[in-house]
T-cell receptor, first 112, second 112 residues
Framework: QQQVKQSPQSLIVQKGGISIINCAYENTAFDYFPWYQQFPGKGPALLIA?????SEKKEGRFTISFNKSAKQFSLHIMDSQPGDSATYFCAALTSSASKIIFGSGTRLSIRP | KAGVTQTPRYLIKTRGQQVTLSCSPI?????VSWYQQTPGQGLQFLFEYFSETQRNKGNFPGRFSGRQFSNSRSEMNVSTLELGDSALYLC???????????FGPGTRLLVL
């Protein structure tokens, strides 16, 4: 019940295309859903986050879509750029616990 | 503001030895969490410290321990190292021990 399932494991997108990564969770106690971006040799960096009372959040080219009834959320990267090539992790936590449960990660490659 | 710093960045140990990793959080942050990242298991929560007290703990054996000092700096200790402890150990800090966690670059531990 503590798992967060993430797909796909890897993704190749042409420059300018839309990258879509999907996640699903089971624990309805989760109330904060961040996405992290990790480059090789670096720690994860918070990209964007959403709470379950909002269905969509957009920051620049990055959008989170959230479906509370289906317990699913996804990251959309519009106009994908080579600099977006990284590993992306969805995550979930209960804000009172501060213990982040991470998805398994998606390795994204943007082809020029 | 300086980010989360971790020392050392790289470490090689042999089975049976013990190791201590250090983390300095962002100035003013009182919560420090530790995560283990491996290719097979992904990112897994180890424990969280807030105001020198362990507040949350993940599902790791007792060989993994930690502590936090009055200046919020934290150390993580692994005793009787096993080959499977080879991983990237990440430290994250947050101001009140909640949602927005900032990660350090990690310490890469190799156990031979």
């Amino acid at each position: 019940q503590q798992q967060v399932k993430q797909s796909p494991q890897s993704l190749i997108v042409q420059k300018g295309g839309i990258s879509i990564i999907n996640c699903a969770y089971e624990n309805t106690a989760f109330d904060y859903f961040p996405w992290y971006q990790q480059f090789p040799g670096k720690g994860p960096a918070l990209l964007i986050a959403i709470r379950p009372d909002v269905s969509e959040k957009k920051e620049g080219r990055f959008t989170i879509s959230f479906n509370k009834s289906a317990k699913q959320f996804s990251l959309h990267i519009m106009d994908s750029q080579p600099g977006d090539s990284a590993t992306y992790f969805c995550a979930a936590l209960t804000s009172s616990a501060s213990k982040i449960i991470f998805g398994s990660g998606t390795r994204l490659s943007i082809r020029p | 503001k300086a980010g989360v710093t971790q020392t050392p960045r790289y470490l090689i140990k042999t089975r049976g030895q013990q190791v201590t990793l250090s983390c300095s959080p962002i100035s003013g942050h009182r919560s420090v969490s530790w995560y283990q990242q491996t290719p097979g298991q992904g990112l897994q929560f180890l424990f969280e410290y807030f105001s020198e007290t362990q507040r949350n703990k993940g599902n790791f054996p007792g060989r993994f321990s930690g502590r936090q000092f009055s200046n919020s700096r934290s150390e993580m200790n692994v005793s009787t190292l096993e080959l499977g402890d080879s991983a990237l150990y990440l430290c994250a800090s947050s101001s009140l021990g909640g949602e927005t966690q900032y990660f350090g670059p990690g310490t890469r531990l190799l156990v031979l």
